[in-house]
């Protein structure tokens, strides 16, 4: 019989020890033992969390650890072994290093709160792998291998265009685009063309620190406005202005603020293209998951008022199709800016992938993103009712919170003031992470916390906040 072997475990629930590292623990126990000894076939992850009667992912949690640390080895097409030279045998053949090159990276939780990726497991991967060797093969040869544009591709820079001219009612030319690296490359390249050493920029807080760190590195210097159920306070904008402040650019997430998830009210968009318009500073937008809406339809960018002179629009791919897909753009209509991106995007990249940005176009022309989206949206409106219910269930009175109309994560509020490193830590201890607040907080720490639900499956999700219900 190729798996004979049966693991006997009691799991203990009561432990500090998450269940991953227990069942990592009792098949090293075994291997050392010599009850599984070298070159054992070790049952299929399905059959294992069936006999123990766990969850899959968490028996997948476990085997991975033993595949790092090398007690089994994987494989192809005939499954898991106990490694032939385990790693207190092997260690002594090992020519000794540097401490620091020995450290084992850190592993990742077994349930991530994340900042609201999508579920990569929907995403259409197959048919962009296809499409992207046959692009290759058909024209790569002779056409993609040598240098391109350093905005990028230019039908896909065209396509890119209509869809932010017909979807979300923009003016803009194909040269009036940049295809980027993701919307942190787009928000760098802005920040470095745009700004200059002492520039104020008005950020929101709480807000997205990656989007601060790119402009603090321009050499800018931020202003905190707040944020409440209207998105961010343009009467302390206005207060700013008219104190006499220089203000260069604003940074604004208005369609689903980050993190809070609020949308700016028309009032206060109309109020900041007046300010802008009269006090000649840009408006940076990031419209990073304009995709994911449950409405009737999504709220316009504040880049589709034709009244807004001065703008630069972020967006990106990467949420539509996948996050390792890194492929973000930026729109300007500011003379010379453009100009002044395309130049600095050669230095420090010379172009993006011509190859996989023509894949994503032939995925839009043959209808692939667009049959994606509508999945994908009727698929995160289920998730969203979902962690819904079981924030009914666990949280209940604890916290406040509103339903979003779009993106992938819900931002609660506790009832009362939280020791938030105290509840990461205990929480890290079970597998579970979270982002602390302050990693969007400017200065003082706010008491709330952005809860991602795109990528975590039901029962991630139910044991996730049962777990963090216990700690608030």
Sequence with gaps: MLRPWKLSLKINYGCDKPIYLQIADAIISDIQSGRLKQGTALPGSRKLSEELKLNRNTIVDALQVLLNEEWLVAKERKGTFVAD????????????????????????????????????????????????????????????????????????RQELGRMLNHNRGMQVATQQLCVTRGSQMAMYLTAQCLLKEGDWVVVENPGYKPAWKAFEQAGARLIPVNVDKEGMVTHDVKQLLQSGRKIKALY???????????????????????????????????????????????????????????????????????????????????????????????????????????????????????????????????KRALTEALLIKYIGEKACYTIPEGGLAFWIVPSRKCNWVHIATQLQKKGIGIITPDQYSFGKVINGIRLSYGALSAEQLEEGLRELALLL
């Excluded at 990742?108 to 692009?135: C, M, N, T, V, W």
């Excluded at 040598?146 to 990028?152: N, Q």
């Excluded at 023509?358 to 022309?365: G, M, N, R």
């Design 85 to 156: 030279k385990l790693p207190l045998l092997s260690h002594y053949l090992k020519v000794p290093v540097a401490i620091d090159s020995m450290a084992a990276e850190p592993l990742s939780p077994r349930i991530h709160f994340d900042d609201g990726y999508p579920d990569s497991k929907i995403a259409p991967i197959a048919e962009l792998a296809r499409a992207y060797r046959q692009i290759f093969n058909r024209k790569a040869r002779r056409q993609l291998m040598g240098y391109g544009s350093e905005l990028g591709d230019w039908k896909f």
């Design 252 to 382: 604004t997430t208005p369609h689903h603020q980050y993190p809070t998830t609020v949308t700016m009210s028309l009032q206060r968009r109309l109020e900041l293209i007046q300010l802008s318009n009269k006090y000649g500073f840009t408006i940076i937008e990031d419209d990073y998951d304009n995709e994911f809406h449950f409405g009737y339809r999504p709220v316009l960018p504040l880049c589709s008022f034709d009244e807004l002179i001065r703008y630069v629009y972020v967006g990106t791919m990467s949420k539509v199709v996948a996050p390792a897909l890194r492929i973000g753009y930026l729109a300007t209509t500011i003379p010379g800016l453009m100009g002044k991106i395309g130049s600095l995007r050669k230095i420090i990249d010379v172009q993006g992938d011509a190859i996989m940005e023509q894949a994503v176009l032939q995925l839009v022309h043959d209808g692939t993103i667009k049959k994606h989206l509508k999945k994908a949206t009727h698929y995160y409106r289920a």
